[in-house]
């Protein structure tokens, strides 16, 4: 399984970025997939899941509203629309998928600073 992500930047508060993340080699559609996310000295935390075969989403409640996690079955790949951003939402957001196991992506810089 790969997972490629990217779409990471730099926006001033109440921007938006999307995040993509292509995932490859799983085989079937059951799997999850989605995104967590590490701040500075702070520990990963999981920001909002998909579940590839049915398209049911998931949000934590700090980024609910905010962002929306949708997929494109014909790119194999998950996208992550994040809208109205704050600072506090500045991180590195990795790709994760969960087949059985974990699977995890390279981290994509998201930074929200005026």
């Known amino acids: 399984v790969q997972l490629q992500a990217s779409g990471g930047g730099s926006v001033r508060p109440g921007g938006s970025l999307r995040l993509s993340c292509v995932a490859s080699?799983?085989?079937?559609?059951?799997?999850?997939i989605g995104w967590f996310r590490q701040a500075p000295g702070k520990e990963r935390e999981w920001v909002s899941g998909?579940?590839?075969?049915?398209?049911?989403?998931y949000y934590s409640g700090s980024v609910t509203g905010r962002f929306t996690i949708s997929r494109d079955r014909a790119k194999n790949t998950v996208n992550l629309q994040m809208n109205s951003l704050k600072p506090e939402d500045t991180a590195v957001y990795y790709c994760?998928?969960?087949?059985?196991?974990?699977?995890w992506g390279q981290g994509t810089l998201v930074t929200v600073s005026s």
């Open positions: 994760y998928g969960f087949l059985g196991t974990d699977y």
């Open positions: 080699g799983f085989g079937s559609e059951h799997y999850a």
């Open positions: 998909i579940v590839y075969s049915n398209g049911n989403q």
